[in-house]
């Protein structure tokens, strides 16, 4: 990747889940909209900054669409091992099984 942020990418957002993806989108559109702010009041000192985040928000977008239309495979749901319960949460989750 030429420009935009290290942390975004295109094998990263591959491995991103669709939930993930969308945190991601609404912290880089934050960010944008905070950018262009300070540009315009003269603060902004990061002055191609604007156009990597723009970017950013181009490669989520793609990526979520190419998964939309079956382009790009969406990862697959890790399941962690059952986290050690109290003998309370565990009559719970029992309960719950029960009433499916």
């Known amino acids: 990747m030429a420009i935009g942020s290290k942390e975004l990418a295109i094998d990263e957002?591959?491995?991103m889940e669709n939930g993930r993806l969308g945190e991601e989108l609404k912290?880089?559109?934050e960010e944008l909209f905070n950018l262009r702010f300070?540009?315009?009041?003269g603060q902004g000192e990061e002055r191609g900054r604007i156009r990597a985040v723009k970017r950013d928000i181009a490669r989520i977008y793609t990526v979520i669409r190419e998964r939309e239309l079956g382009i790009r495979a969406t990862p697959e749901v890790?399941?962690?091992?059952?986290?050690?319960r109290?003998?309370?949460?565990?009559?719970?989750a029992a309960?719950?099984?029960?009433?499916?």
């Open 13 to 15: 957002l591959d491995t």
């Open 27 to 29: 912290k880089a559109k």
């Open 38 to 41: 300070q540009a315009a009041t």
């Open 78 to 84: 890790v399941e962690s091992k059952p986290k050690k």
């Open 86 to 92: 109290g003998k309370k949460a565990e009559a719970e």
């Open 95 to 100: 309960a719950k099984e029960e009433t499916k």
